[in-house]
């Protein structure tokens, strides 16, 4: 995935079945980053794989001044990145074990 | 306990604590 600056893991082990999946994020490079960023810290959160977009997550941690809006765009597609490859592994671990 | 909670309008629950040294990039 590109370097947005921006990093997102796992927060748990990733079981291959639940939905809800505890992901953390933080800013590596806040030179990558539009707006002037204040140092917020580690973000953990819970992300439904199914149901959730991640740029609706993005604009929710605007929302709460964790980020500027012109960082928003650069959130949302770490988070989708991060969460593309976890859907990616559990496709390939099915696919695996058929 | 460092860690903040913030709870979105939405309800969401972010959890916000001190990133460790070692995982910032060097600058």
């Known amino acids: 995935a590109e ?3 921006v990093r997102v893991e796992l927060a748990e082990e990733d079981d291959g079945k639940k939905t809800s999946i505890a992901l953390r994020l933080w800013v ?3 030179k990558k980053l539009k707006g002037k960023y204040k140092d917020s810290g580690a ?3 819970t992300f439904d794989l199914n149901k959730e977009v991640p740029e609706a997550v993005a604009q929710e941690m605007v929302d709460s ?3 500027l809006d012109s960082d928003m765009k650069i959130v949302g597609r770490s988070i989708r990145d ?3 490859l976890i859907k990616w592994r559990r496709e390939r ?4 074990d058929k | 306990s460092t860690t903040t909670e913030v709870v979105t309008s939405a309800g969401r629950r ?4 001190p990133v460790p040294e070692f995982r910032l990039k060097e600058q």
């Open chain 1, 43 to 45: 973000i953990e959160f």
């Open chain 2, 14 to 17: 972010f959890f916000v604590s």
């Open chain 1, 3 to 5: 370097d947005t600056g």
């Open chain 1, 28 to 30: 590596e490079d806040p």
């Open chain 1, 65 to 67: 001044g964790l980020f």
């Open chain 1, 93 to 96: 671990t099915i696919s695996r």
């Open chain 1, 82 to 84: 991060r969460v593309a």
